[in-house]
């Protein structure tokens, strides 16, 4: 039986975390990006059905596309402008637990974000949109990476003041 690699020391992390999670947050930024345009001009068309269970523009104008006032696109937009900051490769190697805890709980608030929004989408609303479901199945892939990422990337990291900590 082969003997347990140890954990990468504080400071490293997997080569992969960078080049698949920053990725998946660039393409969270253009269909984001790409939704806030059709909320904010009428020029701007979603392909997408409008008729049956996968209905985009029933989606897109519900009362329920709108959080705290603001619509929910231009929300996931700030998201995904964002969060590339946490998925750098230098952010990646940081031993850091502030920025390891802000990119933890940025992908866990989205994720718990994005379970509302199905929610919405199925129950109250009674329609998908294909592009809302994209954004939501790279939110989920992101959370999961992350997830990963960071319990690979070990324990050890370092308090605000620079001192290693378990």
Known sequence: MAAPADPPAAGSAPWWLAGVTLPLALLGLGVSAYLTAAHYN?????????QGLINCASVTTSPESRFLGLPVALLGLIYFLTLPALLLPAAWRSP?????????????????FVLWLVYAELFRIGRICLYCTAVHLIVFALFAVVSIGTALTGPEMVDPRGTPSR
Request: proline letters at 0%; hydrophobic letters at 45%; charged letters at 15%.
């Open 42 to 50: 009428q020029h701007v068309q979603l392909f997408c059905s409008d």
């Open 96 to 112: 850091s637990r502030v920025l390891r805890t802000a990119r933890l709980g940025a992908v866990a608030g989205g994720l718990l």
